[in-house]
């Protein structure tokens, strides 16, 4: 079985969710408000505030947003300046930026490799799975995931809930079915199949950029530098930050050894403190005792 993933090309985004909506359809996610409605109907809940972040009323990933279709508003100020925020004043040339962000299905994941309890697998589509009957509720994925994806939600674990993100529509897929967003997207912004095949067409679509004098284009994680690749990967208009994404991302493992050797000199100093500690006690007392014994032979 190849690879399969998603190549998003974010230069045909038209913003319209419709994404979002088939992943909240499919997986049967409730919508994100302040306050759920009540089982019995007797209160309908409560909406939350919009965010004042342009069309942007998700803000971001969440436990029931395994799809969020980012909104970000590129503009000049009058003193030349570039701008990313709506609330700018005087802004001119205003260009829209639109991603539809997911979990990236990392070769080299973060989440996988810190997770205790093997509840988070790789599926034969090289996919990264959650089974939630497994997962204790640590968190520690949550911390692990460089992109902000994985987020808690329920009420299992004692309250503590399970981790939850994408899963590829790892159902569809064990049926021969396309995952929902890609189904639904009307632009073929998101697009899905064998990544070595997307990867191509990712490649001719960037020349195709380049030739049209659209310079600023690039591509994220399609090669083996962000994390051995990522099969969610992108086609961006602008750098890799100004859609939230981390241009360096580390896997914790890379931490460990400049982390220990910090643990190793810090042990070492402390051990070298105790010693000269104990020394300087051990001569006090050696002085003290000399002197006692010269004033009883006085």
Known sequence: MPAMGFYT?????????????????WNDLPAELAE?????GSQPGKPRPLTGNSYDNTGSLSDVNWRHVKFIEKSRLPDGRVSYRPTDAGRDGLEWLMMSDVCKHC?????????PT????????????IQEPVCNGCRACVAACPFGVIHMGGTANQGKGTAKKCTLCYDRLQHGLVPACAQACPTASIQFGPIDELRQRAEQRLQQLHAQGITNARLYGHDDTILGGLNAFYLLLDEPEVYGLPSNPKLPSRSVPSTSLWSLASAILMGLAGIVSF?????DRFATETRADEEVAQ
Do not use: W
């Not at 759920?36 to 019995?40: C, I, L, R, Y």
């Open 9 to 25: 090309d974010t230069s045909v985004c038209i913003g319209c969710k419709a994404c979002q909506v088939a992943c909240h359809q």
């Open 279 to 283: 020394r300087k006690r051990r001569m």
């Open 107 to 115: 070769v080299n994941a973060p989440c996988l490799e810190v997770c």
């Open 36 to 40: 759920q409605p009540a089982p019995d």
């Open 118 to 129: 093997g509840a988070i697998i790789r599926t034969e589509f090289d996919s990264v799975y």
